[in-house]
């Protein structure tokens, strides 16, 4: 069997995300009320991923976050609000004396539930910068992306029309940012030169943090930025 | 807790989870670290500035959070051999899921690489930042991450990963 390579371990890890209810047991622990995240679109395994993937001993499914949709059904009352995802989310705030086995049966005494003058409130309600990435996602995705990496030191028309069968496949996939990455230095090897600038220019703008874009400006030095 | 508190809870409860564990926090252990975490968060949210994200200043706890909790791990590797459980069924880590596969080839590197690596790979935080929060220069920075990705995929190969 393959494993996926490291940088496709890295992006299966961003979006790896605790148990449902897990978060739940922390937040009664600290006393503080906690809607648990929409979980993102799940897209249950066919017979044979699921299949495949028992035969690759993914035990609890956590691949690709289908481990959130497995518990989704028994988590009870705090996801069943997240998954109604309403505008403003009602807190579900859980009794104290509900504590599971999660957390400690003897957590550290609580501060006194009085903020503290000056706290930062604004600071702290930005929405998250990294919410999850959205799309069903399946095994077949990292094999995808990685025939379509190997193909692009050799052929790199080849690993063009993979990157446009992943977009196609999965066009909401967890490795959407390394088939744009893929799919333009595969149109400047392939020798065209003006889209793939186009597309590092258009990558630059709507990646401003991945962690590609050194690859990517690389690239467009190459190429020649005019 | 008050609402402050409670709001950095349900903005990044589940970042600080994800750090902590691929910092080397064990899945056992998780819940406990994350809930000290914000218990820290909240004595010090005072003496928060905002000269960071509520984020990057949540990795700054997690950061030291996750030290103690590797610490204890080793303590009681000493003792009672926490992991041999673990050790036994280590031949058959290729076929355990890739979270732990990838969680298992950062046990291989060292601390500093490591916390490089998960703050600017996994959590997606700008080296500048990173260098800022480690205490370190940014090229020292880089250095890390150059080894730390090393380190990965020399572990990774062991386990037949491609490099």
Known sequence: MTHPDLDQ???????DRPAAGSLAAVARGLRV????????????????????????????????????GATVAVSG???????????????????????????????????????????????????SPRAPKEGPVTWDEPKLIERA?????????????????????????????????????????????????RRARAFEAKYPKSIHLPRVRALLARLGEG | MGPATARLFQAHAEEVWRFLKYLGVREHDLA????????????????????ASPRTWLYGISLRVAKAWRRRRQLVQLGEDERSVDASQERDRER??????LCWALDKISE????????????????????????????????????????????????????
Not at chain 1, 170 to 191: K, M, N, Q, Y
Not at chain 2, 96 to 101: G, Y
Request: aromatic content about 4%; overall charge positive; some cysteine.
């Open chain 1, 9 to 15: 371990l890295v992006a299966l890890a961003r979006r």
């Open chain 1, 33 to 68: 009320p906690f809607v648990a995240a929409p979980v993102a679109a799940i897209v249950m395994p066919s017979p044979a991923l699921a299949a495949l993937a028992a035969k690759v001993g993914m035990s609890r499914l956590a691949l690709f976050g289908w481990g959130a």
């Open chain 1, 77 to 127: 009352a705090v996801l069943a609000v997240a998954l109604s995802e309403p505008a403003a989310p009602a807190p579900v705030v859980v009794p104290p004396a509900a504590t599971t086995g999660l957390v400690s049966a003897n957590p550290a005494p609580l501060p006194p539930a009085v903020e503290p003058p000056g706290a930062p409130e604004t600071a702290v309600v930005g929405p």
């Open chain 1, 149 to 197: 990496r190997k193909a692009l030191g050799s052929e790199p028309r080849r690993a063009l029309a993979l990157a446009q069968e992943h977009q196609r496949r999965f066009p909401g996939g967890a490795l959407s940012v390394e088939r744009d990455v893929i799919a333009l230095e595969a149109l400047a090897r392939s020798g065209q030169t003006a889209e793939a600038k």
């Open chain 2, 32 to 51: 406990d670290a994350c809930q000290e975490v914000f218990l820290v968060a909240h004595r010090k949210l005072p003496e928060f500035r905002g000269d």
């Open chain 2, 96 to 101: 355990r899921d890739t979270h732990e596969l």
């Open chain 2, 112 to 163: 500093v690489q490591r916390e490089v690596f998960v703050l600017h790979e996994i959590e997606e935080v700008p080296m500048v930042e990173v260098a800022a929060r480690l205490e370190c220069g940014v090229f020292t920075a880089y250095s890390r991450l150059r080894l730390a990705r090393r380190g990965l995929k020399r572990a990774l190969a062991e386990k037949g990963v491609k490099r």
